[in-house]
């Protein structure tokens, strides 16, 4: 039998647009991101630990629960107000790791230098990642370099893996959210990606925007060991907290209300995006407990701790 | 924010929309010009303000939505080219032509390039004398006179390698367009504070005579809507079809003479086909004569090309106020962002982006809430 449905259907041409090469928004963090984890990289690798689509995995080794987890970087400008391609290669990868409850311990380099590339810009960069990963309490304990022709690099990037132990008998993750969670958020949003675009587009305000990008483990484990119930969390990089929200939504099938007058965002980064026409919600932090997105029980005696007792930056409410 | 948050208050607005409601006797139907404004209506759930007697429905000003598909499929053939860098603003690469789209056409190698401005397109036209530097001429009277400025600015310099793919559109033609059509149901205009901006508003007091339709210049700001909206609905109880000024603090009787002198001396007035609409008579701009040697049609022999446009995309009634976006059967399904059939789901000013982005689903019930 044929339904309204079934006509509308065959009515309707087949969607333009399906992307046969791959777009720059295919690492974006959004909606093309999510496809091709979904449409490629899920069904080929498919297996239990990948499967919790979270920031870090955390696996099972003799007893010990291990947290691993690995990210790129490839930002330009290489240097940018309030850090560089280096601190964020420590601070990306140890939230990614704290983001599953765990205490990181080892990080690995993987470098892909491009031919020509300063020799002094090299040696500021891994000095750079030095202090991040001395503040984050890591260690550097293996590492790769390989360089590519001129051209086929933007200078340099940089890959992190990370190990962590999740040391408390905590579940962290989008599939544990329930109803009546709480979200709490450590600070104003949209810093780190706007510093990012006004240096790469040249743009200038009256005041310089710096990137807040810094390492949150510390702020985490002050949390979980207060005895605070954390559900999921997530750092807010490319996507920012509109995306990050979604993502998680969409994989605990659960609606996620977010009061936009109840979020942080400072008077320059709100200018800019305004001129910029960007969403502060969608602009990348990145590395920065500011930018960390918690649900857990959402009592009110718990979320008052959370956001107050836990994380100083909560302390200067408006 | 300065300039922003005392336009976006919500005490006023409350007291806009209870006035709207005192006023309104009978139903009307209003139709705000601006892509931009549309953003803010649906943005800010400024209709569910209104009383539902009111109804707004979304007009034609999204230049990037109303360009002709074969402008698109002209845009492509350029900028497939291995001598030409092809410039344009963001929001015009993923609109889909006969074959794809921009974007895709960079990934698959071609030298797209985004720019904030036309001037950084004759910046990389100094740049790169050994190659061909076209940009995306894409727009209203609002962005005509720095696209002016362009092409003036490489003929000062001199610049042989620096081209416009021109598709500027103009309001007033549109606005007479809706208006005389026989289709038509809007009773009175918010036009577009940008345009007013640079063209003041003299073109438009004729339109509200011949038509007996109220016409006020709005701005952007929810403040700036409801209050737009107000005066509209003000009119028509008391039976006036004038033109008023809402956005009086950027727009004046004459607008901005100089962009004038600067939009006259390199375009003139054209015919200009409107995409889902049709031609238009003395609807565009093009290059004056004297400018042809910076007319990207030209130096690509394009001229003559003219395109079909599919009949899936619905987006002609869309821009003429007579569908909702989410009327529409492929909305949301074989129409998306990612996969968009026409320019309206895609561009920043797009109607359907606006519902897409902000009317797709509505939250059932808060399960959690944001603390900070």
Redesign the interface.
Known sequence: MQTDNDEFILSCPAPRGRHTQIQMAHGGGGTLMRQLIETVFLPAFDNPALNQRHDAAVLDAGGTRLAFTTDSYVVQPLFFPGGDIGSLAVHGTVNDLAMAGARPLYLSAGFILEEGLEMDVLQRIAQSMQEAAKRANVQFVTGDTKVVNRGKGDGMFINTAGIGVVELGVEIGPLQIQVGDAIVINGDLGRHGIAIMATREGLEFETTIESDSAPIADLVMDMLTEGIEIHCMRDLTRGGLASAANEIADTAGKCIHLEESAIPVREDVRGACEILGFDPLYVANEGRGSALCVSFAGTPSAVRRASSAAWPLNRRRR | ?KF?DEYRAAAPARRFSEAIRQLVTRPHTIMEICGGQTHSIVKFGIDELLPKTITLVHGPGCPVCVTPLELIDKALLIAARPDVIFCSFGDMLRV?GSH??L??L???GGDVRTV?SPLDAVNLARGNPDRRVVFFAVGFETTAPVNALAVEQARLEGLTNFSILCSHVLVPPAMEAILSSKQNRVQGFLAAGHVCTVMGYTEYEPLARKYRVPIVVTGFEPLDILHGVYLCVKQLEEGRAELENQYRRSVSRAGNVAAQELIRKVFMVTPRKWRGIGEIARSGLGLRPEYAAFDAELQFGLKSMDTEE?S?CMSGLVLQGLLKPSEC??FG?????????GAPMVS?EGACAAYYRYRRAR??????????
């Open positions: 924010m922003v889909p794809g789209d974007l895709s960079k990934a698959a904030y599919p899936e059967p492929a399904a074989a129409c998306a962002p990612e996969h968009p059939l920043s939250p059932v019930s808060p399960v959690t809430e944001l603390v900070t």
